[in-house]
RNA sequence: GCCGCCUUAGCUCAGUUGGUUAGAGCGCUUGAUUGUGGAUCAAGAGGUCCCCCGUUCAAUCCGGGGAGGCGGUACCA
């Protein structure tokens, strides 16, 4: 029969729209995370972990009239047939928890939590189906000091995660103002057509930044042809209201105290809208009062943050800088975070109103733009290499590089079986800053050479010929094996 | 989901108007330069030309279907 059998071999490949992460990428981002939980821990929130999985109805993504959860989300039956689902955000999984425990809770209830959670929808750059997201909410608190407080909280994050100020501007509206809106431009009808419009204006309104304020006008009327000719279907506003519309998202003033001024002249007559202008200002006025001005939080209009539970203030957190892909293409970073106040999301659980406001980091952007901003700044972060040159001499380097250790340096010894040049070739692509050679020379005189990788990489831009390479042997000296720790410090520190 | 473009070596890409051994650069491996990463030189490994079906004496190339990637758009808690 069969000659060559043959073997199965998967193919060796990641899911997509997820990925492998190795070093430093890895070690970046929780470096990240130290610093943001820091600042989320010095306010006084309260770690907290829940699992990967919920059940589907305590997240609210069953489909309406379909035993079937929304396709956005990893879903599976669990042996007894109930639906279980990835968490897609930190947010719900917050609720359930609160529902939960809410009689043993400290209220206001503040927690901040740090995770992965799970989308199934296209991936596109920089959007993944698995990603980091680091939030803090408070919990039992109505506005406006709970919303202020999570404002601040946000610029603070941001700078910790290492986005200077004048990089980052949080964006500020109130889900109220659109409602108000709504009334205003005669589009707050009770029927399901008017709330399926309503909707769309919003949708539409979302997209200002990206498609300016001509698409917009087109999402708000007959609709709009995008570049690969794909049509989408408007609002089918008339023309006065897009006017009112337009002039709405268009009032941000230079100043929060002067857009304020402006919507409470524009919401004359609508409760529900001045409600929204009252609480921006007395949370703008509160800022200020801490020194965080328009430099950092502004109100925004054009702010929407999603469709759903947003009942009042809502924030987005923008990256302002300019960066370029690595084929010298813009890039438009996009929201790195966002947060409001939801008062209804615990009431699906117990009936009860429990307001609440928090804020969500989207830890895998703000690397990913840090990245880029950065994309010179390449360090060595490798090990300090022990090279093992004789072979029988393994305990000594070991030794050498548990000393290193102990001085709370990074340091490993050469495991693989080559020569003297490939193990320096290894310290290279490891990233090592150093490597530490004793051979059969500075043994017998009881000494170690340490070689200064980033040093001798540099000076090799100027030398042509091998030989003066070899023998001038660049970059490296020569000390007692008792000074190995504090030679290795200093050369590091240099 | 919808629209468009794309898929040949690890990477970036040539190429075959359908024909026997499919190429380059970079990277990788090994060696030389007698214990030194770079540079140089020499040799070498590596490919189901995305998958399946069809047309054909013959398909990496033509036709159909599928998958994956990229971009746009929609949705986005």
Redesign the pocket.
């Known amino acids: 029969m069969a000659k060559k059998q043959k073997t199965f071999r998967p193919k060796a490949r990641v899911p997509?729209?997820f990925h492998d992460r190795l070093g430093s990428e890895l070690t970046a981002e929780r470096d990240m995370l130290a610093r943001i939980s820091a600042v989320y821990e010095a306010h006084g929130f309260d770690a907290l972990e829940t699992p990967a999985f919920e059940y589907t109805d305590a997240l609210g993504?069953f489909l309406p009239d379909v035993d079937r959860p929304?396709a956005?989300?990893f879903s599976l039956t669990d042996d007894d047939e109930q639906w279980m689902s990835l968490r897609?955000?930190l947010?719900?999984p917050l609720a359930r928890f609160v529902a939960e425990n809410y009689d043993g809770l400290p209220k206001p209830f503040r927690r901040y939590q740090v995770g992965p959670v799970w989308?199934?929808?296209?991936?596109?750059?920089g959007r993944y189906r698995q990603f980091t997201q680091c939030d803090a909410d408070t919990v039992g608190a109505p506005a406006p000091h709970a919303d202020a407080e999570m404002c601040a909280l946000f610029a603070d994050v941001m700078e910790a995660a290492g986005i200077v100020r004048g990089d980052y501007i949080i964006r500020l509206n109130d889900r109220r103002l659109l409602a108000g809106l709504m009334e205003i431009a005669g589009l707050a009808g009770d029927a399901a057509e008017d709330e399926a419009q309503r909707?769309?204006v919003l949708?539409a309104l979302?997209?200002l930044d990206?498609?300016g304020e001509d698409g917009v006008k087109l999402?708000l009327g007959a609709g709009?042809k995008?570049?690969?000719?794909?049509f989408?279907e408007g609002a089918k506003l008339d023309a006065g209201q897009i006017d009112r519309v337009i002039s709405f998202v268009t009032a941000t003033a230079q100043t929060n105290a002067q857009t304020c001024a402006r919507l409470r002249e524009f919401f004359t007559g609508s409760e529900t809208g001045l409600a929204g202008v009252q609480t921006l200002d007395e949370m703008t006025v509160q800022l200020a009062a801490l020194g965080y001005k328009e430099d950092r939080i502004r109100i925004d209009l054009s702010i929407i943050?999603?469709?759903?539970?947003?009942t009042g203030p809502v924030f987005e957190a923008d990256l302002t800088f300019e960066a370029t892909d690595d084929k010298g293409r813009p890039v438009r970073f996009g929201s790195v975070g966002g947060g409001g106040r939801y008062d209804g999301l615990v009431k699906r659980f117990k009936g009860v109103e429990v307001p609440a406001v928090g804020i969500s980091v989207g830890v895998s952007r703000l690397l990913a733009a840090l990245a880029l901003k950065e994309n010179a700044a390449k360090v060595a972060t490798g090990p300090v290499v022990v090279l093992a040159?004789e072979k029988d001499r393994m305990a000594a380097y070991q030794q050498m590089a548990a000393e290193l250790r102990d001085a709370g340096l990074r340091a490993e010894v050469y495991l693989g079986g080559?020569?003297?040049?490939?193990q320096?070739?290894y310290?290279?692509?490891r990233g090592a800053p150093l490597a530490i050679?004793?051979?059969?020379?500075?043994?017998a005189k009881d000494e170690v050479?340490i070689?200064?990788?980033?040093?001798?990489?540099a000076?090799?831009?100027n030398?042509?010929?091998?030989?003066q390479?070899?023998e001038g042997?660049?970059?490296?000296f020569t000390v007692k094996r008792s000074a190995l720790v504090e030679a290795v410090k200093k050369a590091l520190a240099r």
């Open positions: 997509r729209g993504k929304n956005g989300v897609y955000d947010t719900a989308r199934n929808e296209k991936p596109g750059p909707m769309t949708r979302d997209k990206r498609l999402l709009r995008d570049a690969s000719g794909d989408t943050r999603g469709l759903e539970y947003y040159l080559s020569n003297f040049a490939k320096l070739k310290a290279d692509k050679i004793q051979g059969e020379d500075e043994r050479t070689k200064d990788l980033v040093l001798g990489a000076l090799s831009k030398i042509e010929d091998n030989k390479w070899r042997q660049p970059a490296q």
